[in-house]
């Protein structure tokens, strides 16, 4: 058996504001809209350095591999994950459609 030592858990650090929890224990007000704004904005971001990474190896500009897969990968995931969420919603609003009043 090894000799681990587990140290006590603390407060957890107050986190800045900006979409974060603070010293409140509120989160900030910030709308769904928003949200998924922001959310689209940053798989935008994925796609384009994906871009940016393929173009520059294509190029010849850099020979590493990896990272131009790792940064391809990351914008894949990030778009199957927006994909799969749009499905969630447009499956709630057709559920929230058929729904009796």
């Known amino acids: 058996m090894s000799n681990l030592r587990v140290a006590g858990v603390g407060a ?3 986190i800045v504001p900006g979409g974060t929890i603070g010293l409140s224990g509120r989160a900030p007000a910030t709308s769904f809209g928003d ?3 922001q959310a689209l904005g940053q798989v935008n971001e994925l796609q384009q350095s994906a871009d ?3 173009q520059d190896f294509s190029l010849g ?10 940064a391809i990968e990351k ?8 994909l ?11 559920e929230i459609m058929r729904t009796p009043l």
């Open 52 to 54: 940016r990474a393929a």
């Open 12 to 14: 957890p650090p107050p």
């Open 61 to 70: 500009k850099t020979r590493d591999v990896a990272t131009t897969l790792i």
């Open 35 to 37: 949200a998924l704004q």
């Open 75 to 82: 914008a894949n995931v990030g778009f199957q994950l927006a």
């Open 84 to 94: 799969q969420i749009r499905n969630k919603l447009l499956e709630a609003y057709q």
